[in-house]
């Protein structure tokens, strides 16, 4: 199991991620908005602004 971080460009965090495969930038998209209490990802970015994240695996 690896455990991700998601954060905005900037380095604001944003979630922990963690999975037994690498995950794609849509699933950590679509992890955020969930633990967010959003519908969908895209609803998430309208409101949060964050129209791009990045990641890095923690050990």
């Known amino acids: 199991m690896?455990?991700?971080a998601i954060?905005?460009?900037s380095g604001e965090?944003?979630?922990y991620y963690s999975s037994e495969v690498p995950p794609t930038l849509?699933?950590?998209a679509d992890h955020c908005a969930e633990i967010n209490?959003?519908?969908d990802r895209d609803e998430?970015?309208?409101v949060s602004g964050a129209d791009?994240?990045?990641y890095a695996p923690l050990h």
């Open 2 to 4: 690896m455990t991700y």
């Open 7 to 9: 954060f905005t460009p």
């Open 13 to 15: 965090l944003l979630a």
């Open 26 to 28: 849509e699933q950590m």
């Open 37 to 39: 209490g959003f519908a």
């Open 44 to 46: 998430w970015v309208e």
């Open 52 to 54: 791009s994240i990045a």
